[in-house]
């Protein structure tokens, strides 16, 4: 789409550049694209005047499957970004809301704070899910089976911090070369979009520390839950161990007068019975206040 003020930005699947007519800028990006394939390189590079890069989203935990890549051509006048893979829609969205800006530089905008928005989204939903798990741990309510969640969330953050370390290198690339232009008294993009980008790189950076903040906060968390449950443990075998001591003495009680020696005053007595009786019902009275004083339950 050509602009009134000569600016070019097009955003368009690999299958149409490849039948189109292309445009000189568009034809590098192909090339370049053929040259350095996204699937395995991501990066920025600095190709006849123009920043070509790559960049590439993954699949939930999967860090091999790559569900959305894409590479652009960027310079002063001209920006043109090629989707090669977008199995969950992502760019497809950021492409159709990009679609209403008129200006290079708002399309340009557009684009990249789509996949920003997107980011924060999910760090805002994980960072929800982690404080209920962590209130449910503190409350008490304990569920074994967080052990496994912990370790999907662990691995779900290390594939956010791969791919969103990998963006932000991608947006430090941009702005180190135009710096080093600047110092050859020269420039690669125009002063919005140089601008644009050095505030995008502070707000990526922050993204990045947040998911490095969650995966800290996860680590904790784990903590927290083997905390909880060694105590739980802890508290149920502190039970066992008090009722197995009650009856203890029942069990020298039952030993002892179950030897039945003749001579044993009690064998014969009348009363022998409801006597050992009341005594095993006083030993577990007296061990029962016992641990109730000491506050062993």
Not at 29 to 37: A, D, F, G, H, T
């Amino acid at each position: 789409m050509q602009k009134d003020d000569g600016r070019d930005a097009t955003i368009l699947e690999w299958k149409e550049l490849k039948e189109k007519n292309r445009s000189r800028q568009e034809e590098l990006l192909m090339e370049s694209v053929y040259r350095l394939e996204p699937a395995y390189w991501v990066g920025v590079k600095l190709l006849e005047e123009c920043l070509y890069g790559a960049f590439c989203f993954h699949a939930g935990t999967d860090v091999k499957r790559r569900v959305a890549s894409a590479a652009f051509l960027l310079n002063e006048q001209d920006f043109h970004l090629v989707i090669l893979k977008d199995e969950n829609d992502v760019l497809h969205h950021i492409k159709n809301l990009s679609e209403n800006r008129d200006k290079m530089e708002e399309k340009l905008e557009e684009i990249f704070e789509g996949i920003l928005k997107q980011g924060q989204q999910k760090m805002e939903e994980m960072e929800k899910y982690l404080i209920d798990m962590e209130q449910e741990i503190v409350g008490g309510r304990i569920n074994r089976n967080r052990n496994r969640s912990i370790f999907e969330c662990k691995r779900l953050l290390t594939v956010w911090k791969s791919d969103y370390a990998q963006f932000l290198n991608l947006i430090e690339g941009i702005n180190g070369f135009e710096e080093k232009k600047k110092d050859r008294k020269g420039k690669i993009l125009n002063e919005q979009c140089a601008c644009y980008f050095r505030i995008y790189e502070n707000k990526l950076r922050h993204l990045n520390e947040e998911t490095q903040f969650l995966y800290e906060e996860l680590v904790h968390i784990r903590e927290a839950l083997d905390a909880a449950l060694s105590y739980e443990q802890n508290r149920i075998m502190k039970l066992f161990t008090t009722v197995t001591t009650i009856f203890m003495p029942l069990s020298l009680i039952a030993g002892w007068y179950g030897m039945n020696f003749d001579r044993m005053p009690e064998l014969h007595w009348r009363y022998g019975y409801i006597f050992v009786s009341v005594l095993s019902l006083l030993v577990v009275v007296a061990c029962f206040w016992f641990f109730r004083k000491k506050k062993l339950f």
